[in-house]
């Protein structure tokens, strides 16, 4: 839509820029006996068909971009006019609404010129003059907004990508479904059969890994503390899990496989019973429950009530550090990390081999010994993780497309006006030079008259792409911050393609031996 602004404001433009071109031709028609309705027609019917005519070769354009367009977005649109008509209708439609909206205003103002005054004078209206600042302005505003946007998205694209989760995603398939397809009892199985594959490290169960979308949470509370309760998320896990992703103790331990305290047993039908277990929380688990060190947790003893009066009590034998189980979009949930098999769902594998199809080969036929009947139906970690940020790459692509065909459509308006400008001053700038006056002021003279609505639309665009930012990075949980810098940058490199814009035929006008325009005049 703001590329057809963009587009609609260079016609609105241009074509009151030629309007003293057409003044002569307007006033003869209206003593030949043209009627204003007639003339407004023509000049609709001209823009119109313009636009008719743009619409037919987009639709070419169309069919050579969109399959970039789809592979860039990894989407699948597709525009079929052939099977289905309405697409064509529409378009017309489109293209007709367009048309009209940018001519109608050239098509009233050429109209209105009055026959006597045009043909005696060959200068165009302040008020044609001011409404061509203004579109100028408007045309910057939105491509400065769109520069100043796409730094920020770029930034907080690049930022999510390439931070830390906390944990090493590279080479980790992931298996779900083990407690759906009624393959609980066989982890231990499932476990050894994996671990002889070629090219497979490590293999752990757990009831949850990084990318899925939801968690357990219950709420808890410090024992002697029963007042205070609180949300806790609860990840159970064998006690590989830590070391297959690599996560980092801050105090204390991770648990061990062969420590019975560290596995949760079977949960007792007595009312009012007490279940024991060891258990592991994160920093951000540490500090919902008051402690600001990481030592200061160890030791303490949360109570979890598991219906029927019965209670677990987990031990707090170590914390981790914070990891991102799910997109920097949400944030690190307080997690109580323990061992009991009972909740065990998914398998991670880490793998490191340079022939990946071979081991895949090799895993799938180990699987099916274990699992027959259950397809392996694997994925890569490292895929997942990305997939958390595709919005975002997608965002990321279509902003800088639009900023740069944004910037591309205003500096070609720009250059038409200011082609326009220059020939309807060519008899002022002759007699400034004759007078005395050097390139470098015409070129002065030039610039300061598109300069002002560009800054204007600096001082506008950028306040605004600054709020509409803050409202967009608000989304996520972790964030870069905004520096005006960067907004101050865009506002710069607009100011500057529009000097080169205007300088690059300004030049040319400036060096135009006045002898010969004014021979001419």
Request: hydrophobic share 50%; net charge neutral; no cysteine.
């Amino acid at each position: 839509i703001l590329l057809i602004v963009i587009a609609t404001v260079n016609y609105i433009n241009l074509a009151t820029a030629r309007a003293m071109k057409r003044a002569r031709e307007v006033g003869i028609r209206k003593v030949m006996g043209a009627s204003k309705r007639q003339l407004i027609m023509q000049f609709l019917g001209v823009s119109i068909l313009i636009t008719l005519i743009s619409a037919l070769i987009s639709i070419a354009v169309v069919e050579i971009i969109l399959p970039i367009y789809n592979d860039a977005l990894m989407r699948d649109i597709g525009f079929d006019i052939i099977s289905k008509p309405i697409n064509i209708v529409l378009l017309l439609i489109g293209a007709i609404l367009i048309g009209v909206l940018a001519g109608v205003y050239p098509a009233f103002y050429l109209s209105s010129f009055n026959p006597a005054k045009v043909l005696k004078s060959n200068q165009s209206k302040s008020a044609s003059v001011f409404l061509r600042q203004f579109l100028v302005f408007v045309q910057f505003t939105l491509a400065i907004g769109l520069i100043a946007g796409t730094t920020v998205v770029v930034r907080q694209t690049l930022y999510a990508t390439n931070m830390d989760p906390g944990y090493e995603k590279e080479g980790v398939l992931i298996v779900r479904n083990l407690r759906t397809n009624g393959l609980v009892d066989k982890i231990e199985l499932i476990d050894q059969q994996l671990s002889t594959v070629d090219g497979i490290n490590e293999v752990a169960v757990s009831q949850f890994v990084p990318t899925d979308p939801w968690d357990s949470t219950s709420g808890m509370t410090v024992v002697g503390k029963p007042d205070e309760p609180f949300a806790m998320s609860r990840l159970s896990h064998q006690a590989d899990f830590f070391d297959l992703y690599r996560l980092r103790l801050r105090a204390g331990r991770s648990l061990e496989e062969n420590r019975s305290s560290d596995k949760l047993p079977d949960l007792s039908d007595e009312a009012g019973s007490i279940t024991r277990a060891n258990a592991v929380l994160n920093e951000t688990a540490m500090r919902q429950i008051g402690f600001s060190k990481p030592e200061e947790a160890l030791n303490t003893v949360l109570s979890w009530g598991v219906g029927n009066e019965r209670q677990v009590h987990f031990n707090v034998v170590g914390v981790i550090e914070d990891f991102h189980l799910r997109s920097i979009h949400n944030a690190v949930r307080p997690m109580l990390y323990f061992n009991s098999p009972a909740f065990f769902r998914t398998i991670s594998i880490k793998y490191a081999t340079n022939n990946f199809a071979a081991m895949i080969g090799e895993l799938e036929r180990k699987w099916s010994d274990v699992a027959p009947g259950v397809p392996l139906g694997y994925q890569i970690l490292e895929e997942q993780v990305n997939n958390f940020y595709s919005s975002e790459q997608r965002q990321m692509k279509v902003f800088v497309s639009f900023a740069i065909v944004a910037i591309i459509l205003s500096t070609i308006g720009l250059l038409g006006l200011t082609a326009f400008s220059a020939e309807r001053r060519t008899r002022e700038i002759s007699i400034r030079k004759v007078l005395g006056a050097k390139t470098s002021d015409i070129l002065t003279l030039m610039v300061s008259q598109f300069s002002k609505p560009v800054i204007l639309a600096n001082i506008i665009a950028l306040p605004m792409a600054w709020w509409l930012m803050s409202d967009w990075l608000s989304s996520f949980e972790y964030r870069i911050e905004l520096n005006i810098t960067w907004f101050i940058l865009a506002g710069v490199a607009a100011m500057i393609i529009a000097w080169i814009t205007v300088i690059s035929y300004s030049l040319k006008a400036a060096k135009t031996n006045p002898a010969d325009a004014l021979r001419y005049e």
